[in-house]
């Protein structure tokens, strides 16, 4: 874990226009200072990831997020107060201060105050607001732990803090409360229920929009190894057809579910909540240990469960260049 001086550190780093690996309860981070446009531009080149793909600011609290807004609705502040510090962030439109490095251009910025112990007091003492997508290469499985960040951008990130697995496990719910009608762009540790319970409407989850968001794209969140999604019912089936074709082959699925005999495979807990939490270590310890194909069963019930099913899907979508396989 880390301590007062890798903190102090990390605030030294960021001013001087460098990247650090920042933990989150939701995943870890690529942090730097949001208004510092080469530093900015230096998370897009370390990760591969298109420059039109906007960034989220992360900030100490709900009063630090006005200076990227230049609107704060009561929705704004309905959600705030309910769920911040934590993993929901508010599309609103922007702020002078937002560059467009941050928003890919957009007239919109995405906010949020994480609620990891660790980055609020990077964020208290750096004084300002730090853009930080996924610690990981673009459109690779989030980082839930500092070793994985390591892992993945090694040297190019001088300094990760290390604040323990994430929380949380799947990226925030994203908000969209630009147009006066509230949607969820991106399914998270929020639920639409949570929100509309708070907001006194109907929150819908919004598949297509003019508004660009981070993880919005087809596919994402994937491993080396293909992904296919199957049903409990028929995981033993399939499993058992793909090791007889000699595919190297895993079950990726809640406690509950067996899995035939030569089969690889990693179980995780049948609540969602634990699913979500365990998921992307699960993934890429899969991948570590070489198998073909993850046959994944997706958890049951409402709540986190649907980001997870969202981030699923992405893995599991045709990937770009790999011929719709």
């Not at 007239?107 to 609020?120: E, Q, S």
């Amino acid at each position: 874990m880390s301590n007062g001086s890798e903190l102090q550190h990390a605030v030294e780093i960021l001013r001087s226009g460098g990247v650090v690996g920042l933990p989150t309860e939701t995943v870890y981070g690529l942090a730097a200072d949001a208004t510092n446009e080469l530093a900015v531009r230096r998370i897009f080149a370390i990760k591969g990831r298109p420059s039109d793909h906007p960034l989220i600011i992360h900030v100490a609290d709900a009063q630090a997020a006005h200076a990227w807004v230049r609107a704060w609705p009561a929705e704004a502040e309905a959600l705030a107060r309910a769920f911040w510090p934590g993993p929901l962030t508010l599309v609103l439109p922007r702020s002078p201060l937002a560059p467009d490095a941050v928003t890919g251009g957009q007239d919109t910025v995405a906010v949020r105050v994480p609620g990891h112990p660790l980055a609020r007091a990077l964020l208290s003492a750096l004084g300002g607001g730090v853009a930080a997508p996924s610690a990981n290469r673009f459109g690779g499985v989030s980082p839930t732990t500092a070793a994985h960040v390591r892992a993945d951008l090694g040297a190019e990130v001088p300094l990760v803090l290390d604040g323990g697995p994430c929380a949380v496990g799947v990226e925030s719910t994203i908000v969209d409360l630009s147009s006066g009608e509230p949607a969820v762009l991106r399914p998270g540790g929020i639920s639409p229920e949570q929100l509309s319970a708070v907001l006194g409407r109907t929150v819908p989850v919004r598949q297509a929009s003019s508004v660009r968001v981070s993880g919005s794209l087809a596919s994402h969140y994937a491993p080396r190894a293909g992904v296919e999604l199957v049903s409990a019912d028929a995981v033993r089936r399939r499993a058992a057809a793909l090791r007889d074709a000699g595919v190297k082959v895993a079950g990726l699925a809640p406690d509950s579910v067996a899995l035939p005999a030569g089969v690889g495979r990693h179980f995780l807990p049948d609540d969602p909540a634990g699913y979500a939490r365990g998921l992307y270590a699960a993934l890429r310890d899969l991948d570590a240990a070489g198998f073909e194909r993850i046959l994944v069963v997706e958890p049951e019930g409402g709540g986190v469960a649907l980001a997870v099913k969202d981030r699923l899907k992405r893995a599991a979508a045709p990937r770009p260049g790999a011929g719709g396989g």
